[in-house]
Every structure is written in C-alpha cells, then in structure tokens.
C-alpha cells in the first residue's frame, strides 16, 4: 500500500493514556498488506518496541520521517508466516 492511500493517525490528538490502545486496535484490524499512517511530535520508538512485544513478525515499520518537529511512520501489516513442516510431512520420518 503506497503511504498516500494508508489512513492516518495523528496520535497527538490522542490522549497519551489512549494513544496505544488506539493503534493496536487499529492495527489488530489490518488485513495482511494493509497499512496505516503514524504521525507524532517525536519518535514513537516506545511505541515500536510494544509492537514488537506483542506482535514480533508480524508488521514492517517505516520511517516516512524523521523530525525535527513531526515524525511520520508507515505501519504495515506482514502476512501471517507459513507454518514449518512437521519432520513427518510428506512421509519423510518412514513411519
């Protein structure tokens, strides 16, 4: 999805007390490849690292950019992992 067509979230708008809950909210509503805009007053890094605590592999983060006065981040939503193969998938383990 190109940045201009992913809905925005100006996050200081937001009270700080809901800001998180809002964007998991909305990015728990992403279908894979779809992504939204972030928009804060400074780098939201706390913010990625409690997205990479609840939902590691699961989204790509771009920096669309970065200050002085406003930073702008893409949040994408991966498609889900393919699951590994079992070591008796396709009848490898002889059993």
């Known amino acids: 999805m190109l940045p201009s067509q992913a809905p925005v979230i ?3 708008t937001i009270d ?12 728990d509503s992403l279908l894979p490849g779809e992504a939204l805009q972030l928009i804060h ?5 706390p913010l990625r690292h409690q997205l ?8 790509q983060w771009a920096y669309l ?4 006065a406003q930073w ?3 949040l994408s ?5 393919e699951a590994e ?11």
């Open 65 to 68: 950019q970065q200050g002085p």
């Open 16 to 27: 700080p007390r809901e800001r998180y809950v809002l964007v998991f909210d909305r990015f």
């Open 85 to 95: 193969d079992s070591c008796c998938s396709g009848g490898a383990c002889g059993g």
């Open 10 to 12: 100006d996050v200081r």
């Open 77 to 81: 939503k991966l498609e889900p992992a």
């Open 52 to 59: 990479e605590a609840r939902s590691a592999g699961q989204f």
């Open 41 to 45: 007053n400074h780098d939201p890094l």
């Open 72 to 74: 702008r981040v893409l």
